[in-house]
């Protein structure tokens, strides 16, 4: 039996190992996964509004899909659709408002009992206590930039001193170095908080970022005329949504000094939260290099017209997303040197991606949400040593659905029959070619923040056809090839009649394959009703 791997039973779902003979030489796996990184921020993709060297890295020994999005555009459904393979409506977790449901299994627990040492650092988003690892150190729900508590397996609660991006690639180093235990495989889950909202750099990055000026996308300015209800109803706006103290970070005092008002009733409260959990010499840093912004924004604001605080909204947005983006790389660049210089990156699968994707101005927006492009589409960056051929992209259109299904087949076990991904080795190995030639999709969070409307929708690769339903009846659908920037709804152009018709088709097979239906739009919309968020 030299050289065997034996099989004990399945047991609840979960495949557990016997014995071994010989050491086990699966690959390890590290997960690195930032909230809101919009793929239009990572120079791979486009070197337009910024560079990130270290992550660049692994697409240039890997695989740089071009086409990955997501099944529900917000961040706690995303990180569990990755945990379970299933979609929203099947793992119960459509929304951040509802609990996930702890009866899932998630392929971290099914790793472990496979023999697979397992660890978490960083935001989860939700729960207190993930299944299936060994050693964690989670932060609470959104977690803090500054001086963040962490809920940790071992130490309970704890408050750390420092800048969030810092402590979790500190944490993933040291458990790295000195808690893995060679002679297992492992999987890492190095998760960050940024970019997200509200946007705080580390204090290294503050002047080089607030010197920095960025391209303007081409539809920052958008009417959204030829669209429906949707895109008009949305609070996403740069202008008339984005806080002014908590995410443009003029001070409460100089809102006041200049008459602005609170674009929210916690606009004032969530800057002076934040900065609250700086200590002394953090605030004096922050106050230094963000006074200079306000001093300067006094002086011009009386002579600002519309158009120009559009403008300079933007700018100081992309200031501080890309700033807190430039911590996460110099973490990211940690990491893969630890990897490489002990020789971990020759068996070592590692991803790069975010929970969903982010609008940057495009459309005159920020946040997610949406199945249209910015929102729907995620980086996803893979490096395997000796699998993937070093610089290769891949076009097909995989999701944040394939995961689970993904690291069980590298690790050789087999997925459970109800995850509804389909694994990406195959295409790793340059394999694969008609993988998936439709994604679906479906957003549920209505009403709630943003006001983004539930909605459903087939992505193909030359079309998207979309319907907005509960407090609306609206179809749409958008020709991806002639229109990028999904500018102009042709559900109703007599041209795409037989289009239409054929993704009506493909849509209601999505729907039945995947097991979403009418009936449960509904069942979830009654739950709104239940808990109080719906009122009528």
């Given at each position: 039996?030299?050289?065997?791997?034996?099989?004990?039973?399945?047991?609840?779902?979960?495949?557990?190992?016997?014995?071994?003979?010989?050491?086990?030489?699966?690959?390890?796996?590290?997960?690195?996964?930032?909230?809101?990184?919009?793929?239009?921020?990572?120079?791979?993709?486009?070197p337009?509004?910024?560079?990130?060297?270290?992550?660049?890295?692994?697409?240039?020994?890997?695989?740089?899909?071009?086409?990955?999005?997501?099944?529900?555009?917000i961040?706690?459904?995303?990180?569990?659709?990755?945990?379970?393979?299933?979609?929203?409506?099947i793992?119960?977790?459509?929304?951040?408002?509802?609990?996930?449901?702890?009866?899932?299994?998630?392929?971290?627990?099914?790793?472990q009992?496979?023999?697979?040492?397992?660890?978490?650092?960083?935001?989860?988003?939700?729960?207190?206590?993930?299944?299936?690892?060994?050693?964690?150190?989670?932060?609470?729900?959104?977690?803090?930039?500054?001086?963040?508590?962490?809920?940790?397996k071992?130490?309970?609660?704890?408050?750390?001193?420092?800048?969030?991006?810092?402590?979790?690639?500190?944490?993933?180093?040291n458990?790295?170095?000195?808690?893995?235990?060679?002679?297992?495989?492992?999987?890492?889950?190095?998760?960050?908080?940024?970019?997200h909202?509200?946007?705080?750099?580390?204090?290294?990055?503050?002047?080089e970022?607030?010197?920095?000026?960025?391209?303007?996308?081409?539809?920052?300015?958008?009417?959204?005329?030829?669209?429906?209800?949707?895109?008009?109803?949305?609070?996403?706006?740069?202008?008339?949504?984005?806080?002014?103290?908590?995410?443009?970070?003029?001070?409460?005092?100089?809102?006041?000094?200049?008459?602005?008002?609170?674009?929210?009733?916690?606009?004032?409260?969530?800057?002076?939260?934040?900065?609250?959990?700086?200590?002394?010499?953090?605030?004096k840093?922050?106050?230094?290099?963000y006074?200079?912004?306000?001093?300067?924004f006094?002086?011009?604001?009386?002579?600002?017209?519309?158009?120009?605080?559009?403008?300079?909204?933007?700018?100081?947005?992309?200031?501080?997303?890309?700033?807190?983006?430039?911590?996460?790389?110099?973490?990211?660049?940690?990491?893969?040197?630890f990897?490489?210089?002990?020789?971990?990156?020759?068996?070592?699968i590692?991803?790069?991606?975010?929970?969903?994707?982010?609008?940057?101005?495009?459309?005159?927006?920020?946040?997610?949400?949406?199945?249209?492009?910015?929102?729907?589409?995620?980086?996803?960056?893979?490096?395997?040593?000796?699998?993937?051929?070093?610089?290769?992209?891949?076009?097909?259109?995989v999701?944040?659905?394939d995961?689970?299904?993904?690291?069980?087949?590298?690790?050789?076990?087999?997925?459970?029959?109800?995850?509804?991904?389909?694994?990406?080795?195959?295409?790793?190995?340059?394999k694969?070619?008609?993988?998936?030639?439709?994604?679906?999709?479906?957003?549920?969070?209505?009403?709630?923040?943003?006001?983004?409307?539930?909605?459903?929708?087939?992505?193909?690769?030359?079309?998207?056809?979309?319907?907005?339903?509960?407090?609306?009846?609206?179809?749409?659908?958008?020709?991806?090839?002639?229109d990028?920037?999904?500018?102009?709804?042709?559900?109703?152009?007599?041209?795409?009649?037989?289009?239409?018709?054929?993704?009506?088709?493909?849509?209601?097979?999505?729907?039945?394959?995947?097991k979403?239906?009418e009936?449960?739009?509904?069942?979830?919309?009654?739950?709104?009703?239940?808990?109080?968020?719906?009122?009528?």
């Amino acid at each position: 039996m030299k050289g065997k791997i034996l099989l004990l039973i399945a047991l609840s779902g979960l495949t557990f190992w016997a014995f071994r003979t010989r050491p086990d030489s699966r690959p390890n796996i590290v997960f690195i996964m930032s909230d809101d990184h919009a793929y239009q921020a990572i120079s791979a993709y486009n070197p337009r509004l910024t560079h990130t060297p270290n992550i660049d890295r692994i697409a240039q020994n890997g695989m740089l899909f071009t086409n990955a999005c997501v099944t529900n555009s917000i961040c706690s459904p995303s990180r569990a659709v990755i945990l379970t393979g299933k979609h929203s409506h099947i793992n119960g977790k459509i929304d951040n408002y509802f609990p996930f449901d702890t009866t899932n299994i998630t392929f971290p627990q099914i790793l472990q009992a496979n023999g697979y040492q397992t660890a978490m650092f960083g935001k989860l988003h939700f729960g207190n206590n993930p299944k299936g690892f060994d050693e964690f150190k989670i932060l609470p729900d959104q977690g803090d930039y500054y001086n963040p508590d962490f809920i940790t397996k071992k130490q309970g609660n704890q408050k750390f001193t420092g800048y969030v991006t810092d402590l979790i690639t500190e944490f993933t180093l040291n458990w790295l170095k000195k808690e893995r235990d060679p002679e297992k495989p492992f999987f890492l889950a190095y998760l960050h908080k940024a970019p997200h909202r509200e946007w705080l750099p580390a204090e290294r990055h503050y002047e080089e970022y607030l010197k920095k000026e960025f391209p303007e996308p081409e539809t920052l300015f958008d009417d959204y005329e030829g669209r429906g209800r949707a895109s008009k109803e949305a609070e996403m706006n740069l202008l008339t949504h984005m806080n002014w103290a908590g995410d443009s970070k003029i001070f409460p005092e100089n809102m006041d000094k200049l008459g602005i008002k609170e674009s929210h009733p916690y606009d004032k409260g969530n800057y002076n939260y934040v900065v609250g959990r700086m200590n002394p010499e953090q605030r004096k840093k922050w106050d230094a290099a963000y006074g200079k912004m306000n001093e300067q924004f006094i002086k011009d604001f009386p002579k600002m017209t519309e158009r120009d605080k559009m403008k300079w909204r933007y700018q100081r947005y992309m200031q501080d997303y890309l700033g807190t983006i430039a911590a996460v790389d110099e973490g990211v660049g940690k990491v893969l040197d630890f990897l490489k210089e002990n020789g971990l990156d020759k068996n070592t699968i590692i991803v790069y991606t975010s929970d969903q994707g982010f609008y940057l101005g495009e459309h005159g927006w920020y946040d997610k949400r949406f199945i249209f492009d910015e929102s729907f589409k995620t980086p996803l960056l893979v490096q395997w040593n000796g699998v993937i051929r070093p610089g290769s992209k891949n076009s097909n259109m995989v999701q944040n659905l394939d995961f689970a299904q993904t690291f069980l087949d590298a690790a050789g076990i087999k997925a459970p029959a109800d995850m509804q991904g389909e694994s990406l080795v195959p295409l790793f190995k340059g394999k694969g070619k008609n993988f998936r030639d439709a994604a679906y999709y479906h957003y549920y969070e209505y009403p709630s923040v943003h006001m983004v409307k539930r909605h459903y929708g087939i992505v193909t690769e030359k079309y998207k056809l979309v319907h907005f339903y509960y407090d609306i009846d609206e179809w749409e659908l958008y020709d991806r090839t002639l229109d990028k920037n999904e500018m102009k709804n042709v559900y109703n152009d007599p041209a795409y009649a037989q289009v239409r018709e054929e993704l009506h088709k493909k849509l209601d097979a999505l729907r039945k394959k995947y097991k979403d239906s009418e009936e449960l739009d509904k069942m979830y919309i009654q739950k709104y009703r239940d808990k109080g968020y719906i009122k009528e």
